[in-house]
């Protein structure tokens, strides 16, 4: 594997349901995020961690929790979603320092809340 | 707080043909600018960043401009090809760092 996975790529749950979103960097960085895509909207930074430890909160509810066990893995886990949360759901990776912070970017997980 | 935004939303062109694509932002006060293209259903690849001391980058067929001062970066496309078509969208570091405020994009379609 190469460069920034997620998985699966697309998801489709109910309500009720609780689920979780991976992301994995191949690329030996620091920094890792969660970005969120819906239709005629730019994307919305949601989560940034820096060394395994959460440093932004773009005011994202509750309902989406972050994980981050070490610098390669990220996780987004779901529960009591909305059908407005139906997005895609983009992770991306950084080397931070020197002030040149260059992200790369996963494939994304094309949610759909019913 | 920043705002991107990008002109056109959509363009159309002959292959061959060169082209800018436009970016501006409300803040000059930022740490970088990031250049990317989006394939439909797909993440986004990186293009280019330009750091806030430089002037412009640049990658093969790509080049990058940013003016701080006026809040505005362009991304030029030389000799445009039918796999040029994607969406283009900015995306500027600013307001505390890691802070990523991006454009709506631009969609570029280069016809054969």
């Known amino acids: 594997e190469t460069g920034v996975t997620q998985t699966p790529r697309h998801l489709v749950m109910g309500m009720t349901n609780k689920k979780s979103l991976k992301c994995e960097q191949h690329?030996?960085?620091?920094?890792m995020y969660w970005y969120k895509q819906s239709a005629k909207k730019p994307l919305e930074l949601m989560f940034v961690?820096?060394?395994?430890?959460?440093?932004e909160n773009n005011s994202v509810p509750s309902r989406f929790s972050p994980e981050c066990p070490n610098s390669s893995h990220l996780f987004l886990h779901l529960h009591t979603l909305q059908p407005e949360d139906s997005a895609l759901y983009l992770c991306?990776?950084?080397?931070?320092?020197?002030?040149?912070?260059?992200?790369?970017f996963g494939p994304g997980t094309r949610l759909t809340v019913l | 707080k920043q705002e991107v935004t990008q002109i056109p939303a959509a363009l159309s062109v002959p292959e061959g043909e060169n082209l800018v694509l436009n970016c501006s932002f409300t803040?000059?006060?930022?740490?970088?600018l990031q250049w990317f293209r989006q394939d439909p259903g797909k993440g986004l690849t990186s293009l280019l960043l330009?750091?806030?001391?430089?002037r412009e980058q640049t990658s093969g067929r790509l080049n990058a401009s940013l003016d701080k001062s006026s809040g505005r970066s362009t991304l030029y496309i030389a000799a445009s090809q039918p796999g040029d078509s994607a969406t283009y969208l900015c995306?500027?570091?600013?307001?505390?760092?890691?802070?990523?405020?991006f454009g709506t994009g631009t969609k570029l379609q280069v016809i054969p």
């Open positions: 690329l030996g960085h620091n920094a």
């Open positions: 961690y820096n060394f395994k430890e959460q440093t």
């Open positions: 330009i750091q806030s001391s430089q």
């Open positions: 995306a500027v570091e600013s307001g505390g760092y890691q802070k990523v405020t």
């Open positions: 803040d000059s006060a930022i740490y970088n």
């Open positions: 991306a990776s950084s080397e931070v320092g020197g002030g040149y912070n260059e992200q790369f």
